[in-house]
């Protein structure tokens, strides 16, 4: 069964730093590209970056270049998210996501507030 379990949210000041994991079962996340996705309250779902599969080249939204990188471990078949400079415009849930099949896993929640 394919499933995928995000985890690492929290609450931080801005300027902090979380670390977001998505474990993966059922299939394996170097063969596919996954995206990490965040929803705000309110708010549609917003894409934050990609890691391709293979090599895991990564891209990411304007919103978050320079402060977010996007990680894989193949040997823990997990996905990260390191989040840093965290400003209040990134609370969402986060989510990670297989790009070929839309397939999210619960999310996590991250809120950036003083």
């Known amino acids: 069964e394919v499933q995928l379990v995000e985890s690492g949210g929290g609450t931080v000041q801005p300027g902090g730093s979380l670390r977001l994991s998505c474990a993966a079962s059922g299939f394996t996340l170097s063969g596919y590209a996954m995206n990490w996705v965040r929803q705000a309250p309110g708010k549609g779902l917003e894409w934050v970056s990609r890691?391709?599969?293979?090599?895991?080249?990564?891209i990411y939204a304007d919103s978050v270049k320079g402060r977010f990188t996007a990680s894989r471990d193949n040997a823990k078949n997990t996905l990260y998210l390191q989040m840093n400079s965290l400003e209040p415009g990134d609370t969402a849930v986060y989510y990670c996501?297989?790009?070929?099949?839309?397939?999210r896993g619960q999310g996590t929640q991250v809120t950036v507030s003083s």
């Open positions: 890691i391709n599969s293979g090599v895991g080249r990564t």
């Open positions: 996501e297989v790009v070929s099949t839309g397939r």
